[in-house]
């Protein structure tokens, strides 16, 4: 079946520390997608790539970074630099000619 | 960015009442749409709306796209426990190259 897959489902840090995201399609899709979502807060886009080798900041990026070195891999480095980075974290993807997100299942982040 | 308002925040109901829930943009969009997200999962699409007065159903589900291109909303008729979630509703403008715009959601509560 064709879908995204995000993991770590759960993952834990001490502060300072750096950790990765992953998030896998296997859609074929285009772009890719990174959102925070906090309670109350909706959905916040952190980084999108919508072609291999490229990608945009969104509304929150400072504290996180990214990668698009393949078509179907897209991960989320959040960095120590990130000061409140307790959270939920959503991969989403694109098909190029529409504008329907596939979400991922999420990760969840707690910094210790 | 850009942001909708969506309303309410969030609702306590009977189980086998019916809902509605809406959002609003400054903006025009040239598409709305509306996800789910069940706890600890990624969001869900329901009902995709492409054009300005359009009425979409899908089983309970009631969507419509704003004849001003400015608004949408969303009904769940007889209302069942598993409709339990975060609603989510969506927009693309016209430019159709920035990133679709999320509501903060609605939380549902279903009292059996």
């Known amino acids: 079946d064709g879908g995204i897959t995000q993991s770590p489902k759960y993952l834990f840090r001490k502060e300072g520390q750096n950790v990765t995201l992953s998030c896998e399609q296997n859609?074929?899709?285009?772009?890719m997608y990174w959102y925070r979502q906090d309670p109350g807060q909706g959905l916040r886009l952190i980084y999108y790539?919508?072609?291999?080798?490229?990608?945009q900041k969104g509304d929150i990026a400072e504290g996180y970074s990214v990668s698009r070195e393949k078509k179907e891999s897209f991960p989320l480095t959040v960095t120590s630099a990130q000061k409140n980075p307790t959270a939920f974290y959503l991969c989403?993807?694109?098909?190029?000619?529409?504008?329907?997100?596939?979400f991922g299942a999420g990760s969840r982040l707690t910094v210790l | 960015g850009q942001q909708l308002n969506q309303s309410p925040q969030s609702m306590f109901i009977q189980e086998g009442e019916d809902v509605s829930m809406n959002c609003t943009s400054s903006?025009?969009?040239?598409?709305w749409l509306w996800y789910k997200q069940d706890p600890g999962e990624g969001p869900v699409l329901l009902i995709a709306?492409?054009?300005?007065?359009e009425l979409t159903s899908n089983g309970r589900l009631t969507a419509q796209f704003g004849i001003t291109r400015k608004d949408s909303f969303l009904n769940i008729s007889a209302s069942i426990p598993s409709d339990v979630g975060i609603y989510f509703c969506?927009?693309?403008?016209?430019?159709?190259?920035?990133?679709?715009?999320f509501g903060k959601g609605t939380r549902l509560s279903v009292i059996a």
């Open positions: 709306l492409y054009k300005a007065g």
């Open positions: 989403a993807s694109r098909w190029g000619g529409a504008n329907v997100l596939t």
């Open positions: 969506a927009g693309q403008d016209d430019s159709g190259n920035t990133p679709l715009v």
């Open positions: 790539s919508q072609i291999v080798n490229d990608f």
């Open positions: 859609l074929n899709h285009d772009a």
């Open positions: 903006s025009i969009f040239n598409t």
